[in-house]
């Protein structure tokens, strides 16, 4: 499985972004996917995550209400809805997935700038 951001740029606060990640190869094994952030300095955390069956999501408390995430599985696509953007949302975001009998797979980031 290859994993593809985009959506990534510059917002200012209490703006809004939409984040993609574009999946090709064995898609149609993929159990989990997820979205995750690495601030500078900082070690890389889950901002939310989506289950293939069932698609239930989990957010992290630092952005739950103002994040969403979701699944296009025709287009092979998951995506990351963020609003409401604060000054410490900035990070590389990276997307993720798991796949049955393939394991894991790392997208390359798309770097978040918020202005205050």
């Known amino acids: 499985v290859q994993l593809v951001e985009s959506g990534g740029g510059l917002v200012q606060a209490g703006g809004s972004l939409r984040l993609s990640c574009t999946a090709s190869?064995?898609?149609?094994?993929?159990?989990?996917m997820a979205w995750y952030r690495q601030a500078p300095g900082k070690q890389r955390e889950l901002v939310a995550d989506?289950?293939?069956?069932?698609?239930?999501?989990d957010f992290a408390d630092s952005v739950k209400g103002r994040f969403t995430i979701s699944r296009d599985p025709v287009k092979n696509t998951m995506y990351l809805q963020m609003n409401s953007l604060k000054p410490e949302d900035p990070a590389v975001y990276y997307c993720?997935?798991?796949?049955?009998?393939?394991?894991?797979?790392w997208g390359q980031g798309t770097q978040v700038t918020v202005s205050s």
């Open positions: 993720y997935a798991f796949s049955s009998g393939v394991g894991k797979a």
């Open positions: 190869g064995s898609t149609f094994s993929i159990t989990y």
């Open positions: 989506i289950i293939s069956a069932g698609g239930s999501t």
